[in-house]
Nanobody, 122 residues
Framework: QVRLVESGGGLVQTGDSLRLSCAPS????????MGWYRQAPGKQREYVAH???????NYADSVKGRFTVSRGNAKNTVNLQMNNLQFEDTAVYYC????????????????WGQGTQVNVSS
């Protein structure tokens, strides 16, 4: 089963930056978007950002202006540059991808990563 593999999480202080990366563990068929979700302790998983194959990016209001999603140089790879991190950004960050925008909005993409932990100390 093909999965996405995230890297780049860690422990930082408020105001610091981190860059997450994501790549597939095998061959992924056609996708129209790649992006990120996150789940904080005791909360439901929430949408963070995504980018289409055409390069259009979209962000949750909570991260707009601080996070930047971009496509990697290799096919089906995606990055998330996180600046000015806040305590509220502490969560497990999941990479995701799909060919369906409906599944993006439903939070049910076909491809998921195992998650990478981001901890921001206040």
């Amino acid at each position: 089963q093909v999965r996405l593999v995230e890297s780049g999480g860690g422990l930082v202080q408020t105001g610091d930056s981190l860059r997450l990366s994501c790549a597939p563990s095998g061959r992924i068929l056609h996708t129209k978007w790649m992006g990120w979700y996150r789940q904080a302790p005791g909360k439901q998983r929430e949408y963070v950002a995504h980018i289409t194959t055409g390069g259009s990016a979209n962000y949750a209001d909570s991260v707009k202006g601080r996070f930047t999603v971009s496509r990697g140089n290799a096919k089906n790879t995606v990055n998330l540059q996180m600046n000015n991190l806040q305590f509220e950004d502490t969560a497990v960050y999941y990479c995701a991808a799909d060919s369906s925008f409906a599944r993006l909005h439903a939070g049910r993409p076909d491809y998921w990563g195992q998650g990478t932990q981001v901890n921001v100390s206040s």
